[in-house]
């Protein structure tokens, strides 16, 4: 199965429609200093047990700060089967389109 990467914009699309889970993938800390609405934080060194646990059938997106850490576990839980998205850019990517958006 291949890993999507979708934009800021997509994030309460899949999270309305598809039932997505938004997974925060840093640390506990940088986590409580800001993150998604309706994020989960599940830092990487636990995603592992977490992915064993989680229902196969639902979309997960991954974030990270930059995105490419969320981009590479992306890919290694994609080639296992799971349905699995990455947020270009991370949470700064998403912080920059927020900033674009009327009222932000």
């Given at each position: 199965m291949a890993l999507c990467i979708i934009g800021a914009?997509?994030?309460s699309v899949f999270m309305k429609q598809k039932?997505?889970?938004l997974a925060d993938l840093?640390?506990?800390s940088e986590y409580e200093n800001g993150h998604i609405p309706g994020a989960v934080n599940i830092p990487a060194e636990?995603?592992?047990a977490f992915m064993r646990r989680t229902d196969r059938s639902r979309i997960h997106i991954f974030y990270?700060?930059?995105g490419s850490m969320s981009f590479q576990e992306g890919k290694k839980y994609a080639r296992a089967g799971?349905?699995?998205c990455s947020l270009a850019g991370g949470l700064d990517g998403y912080r920059e389109w927020q900033k674009r958006q009327p009222g932000g």
């Open positions: 914009k997509d994030i039932d997505a889970v840093r640390e506990p636990r995603l592992e990270c700060q930059h799971f349905k699995i």
